[in-house]
């Protein structure tokens, strides 16, 4: 009875499912946030009757053969990095990247990571840091006597200082992109880390060819959509239920068989 080990490789499919969105779900208010979705394959066919083997000694071929699947697998958990909104804040390190890019993370580890969350504020020496105090590369210093600082699309960082009038830049931000986002390693934290799927880095300046533009005072929004979500979690429960009622019918069957008499 083949049924029983095939649902149930399909309720454990399912429940990946639901963790997945689950995840998704939990991430709705959080800065930055990729959403993911798990891809699925089917297993490996049983051939009872090999497609295209001679069904006659003239010639003639098995037009579809008799296979049977034994079921499904998990193929991947694809990030989504489609933008998310812009929403204003009251905060002028605020940064937010319209378009491709990632922002550089120096971590105390020594090897860099990317985020979209750019919720950054100043270190008590004045450099510009994430909200765990890891600096953002390639390291942006405001002077202690800065009135005001502003950041515009292209990523360049002026300051005024007490007494003057004209700005002076201090800095300029620079964003990273990779080949493939989605292969990005996930870390924790709004952080990812490079990976071999994700191919290696590419730096360039905000607003050039094939870079987005940074937005100071906003910040991105996860990019999970509730309703799309929701949908997807009760399609999931559906395909639950219905694998397990597989099991218990194959069980029944089972019964009877073994009760003849």
Do not use: C, H, W
């Amino acid at each position: 009875m083949r049924a029983l080990s095939i649902a149930a490789t399909g309720m454990l499919a399912q429940q990946l499912n639901v963790e997945v969105i689950s995840n998704n779900l939990a991430n709705m208010n959080t800065t930055g946030f990729k959403r993911q979705r798990a891809e699925f394959q089917d297993l490996l066919y049983q051939n009872v009757k090999r497609v295209g083997a001679a069904s006659s000694d003239t010639g003639t071929v098995d037009p579809s053969g008799v296979q049977i699947g034994v079921g499904v697998k998990a193929g991947s958990t694809f990030r989504v990095v489609a933008q998310g909104d812009l929403n204003p804040t009251d905060n002028r390190y605020d940064l937010a990247v319209q378009g491709r890019g990632f922002f550089r993370i120096q971590l105390p580890s020594g090897v860099d990571g990317y985020t979209r969350a750019g919720t950054f504020s100043l270190s008590p020496v004045g450099q510009l840091v994430t909200a765990d105090g890891y600096i953002v590369s390639p390291g942006i210093n405001i002077p202690q006597d800065a009135v005001d600082v502003s950041i515009n699309t292209q990523g360049e960082v002026q300051v005024v200082t007490q007494g003057q009038v004209t700005p002076q830049i201090v800095g300029q931000l620079e964003l990273v992109n990779f080949f493939n986002d989605s292969g990005l390693e996930a870390v924790g934290g709004n952080l990812f880390l490079e990976s071999a799927a994700s191919g290696p880095p590419t730096i360039g300046a905000p607003g050039s060819i094939g870079f987005g533009t940074v937005l100071q005072g906003f910040l991105e929004t996860s990019n999970v959509n509730s309703v799309a979500e929701i949908s997807a979690l009760i399609t999931a429960q559906r395909a639950y239920e219905m694998n397990a009622k597989v099991i218990s019918t194959a069980d029944e069957m089972m019964s009877t068989t073994s009760n003849l008499r």
